[in-house]
C-alpha cells in the first residue's frame, strides 16, 4: 500500500499532506498571532517538500497525481502561509488605508506564486527533474519572504511599503526567466 504507485496514499503522497498540514496548521497559529510556531512548521513543511520528492523518485512513486499534489502542498504552504506571516506581521498596528494596499500587494504574490506552480506543472514529466528552475521557485519564494519578516521584526527594514515594494519584486521573479540551479 505504502510503496503502491496507484495508490494516493502512497508513501511519497503521505509526506505531501502532511506538508499541506503543516501550512494549514501555520496559518491557524498566524492568525492567532503566534508566528515562533507558524515559523517552525513552514521549516518543517519545507523538510517534508524535500522528502516527498526524494521518496518518490527513490521508490518509482511519481505519478501526475503527485506532481498536482506537491504543488497544492507548495502553494499552501509557501505561497499562502508565508504571505499571511508577513501580512500579519507588518500590518499589525497599521492604519486601514495601510492593510489595504498591503492586501493587495500579498494578493499580487499569491498570484503571481498559483502561476509559477501551474507553468512549472504543465512543463513537468513524471519521474523527472530538471537541471533548472525557470523563475524563482516558490520554496524560495518563501524563505524570502521570511527573511524580509526577520528584516522588518528586528528593525532593520521598518516601513511596510518598502517591504511591500520588495515583495512586487519576489512576485515577478517567481514567473522570471530567471535559472535557479535545482538543488
Known amino acids: 500500500m505504502l510503496f503502491d504507485k496507484d495508490n494516493r496514499f502512497n508513501l511519497a503522497n ?3 499532506f502532511s506538508n499541506i498540514a503543516c501550512g494549514l496548521i501555520a496559518i491557524h497559529f498566524i492568525v492567532h498571532g503566534d508566528f515562533f510556531t507558524a515559523i517552525i512548521l513552514a521549516w518543517i513543511a519545507g523538510a517534508f517538500d524535500i522528502a516527498d520528492g526524494k521518496v518518490a523518485r ?6 501526475e497525481f503527485g506532481i498536482q499534489l506537491d504543488s497544492y502542498a507548495d502553494f499552501i504552504s509557501f505561497v499562502v502561509m508565508p504571505s499571511f506571516l508577513l501580512y500579519y ?3 499589525a498596528n497599521s492604519s486601514n488605508l495601510t492593510q489595504l494596499i498591503l492586501g493587495v500587494v500579498f494578493i499580487i504574490y499569491i498570484i503571481s506564486g498559483l502561476r509559477r506552480l501551474i507553468e512549472f506543472n504543465m512543463k513537468s514529466e513524471e519521474g523527472t527533474v530538471t537541471k533548472y528552475f ?7 519564494g518563501a524563505i524570502l519572504l521570511w ?9 532593520i527594514i521598518p516601513n511596510p511599503y518598502v517591504i ?15 535559472k535557479i540551479r535545482h538543488p
Request: hydrophobic share 50%; charged share 5%; aromatic share 12%.
Open 14 to 16: 503521505l509526506i505531501t
Open 58 to 63: 527513490k521508490y518509482n512513486l511519481s505519478t
Open 89 to 91: 506581521a507588518i500590518t
Open 134 to 140: 525557470e523563475g524563482v521557485p516558490t520554496p524560495l
Open 147 to 155: 527573511v524580509l519578516y526577520l528584516l522588518f521584526s528586528y528593525g
Open 164 to 178: 511591500g515594494a520588495i515583495v512586487v519584486v519576489i512576485a515577478w521573479s517567481l514567473n522570471s526567466k530567471i
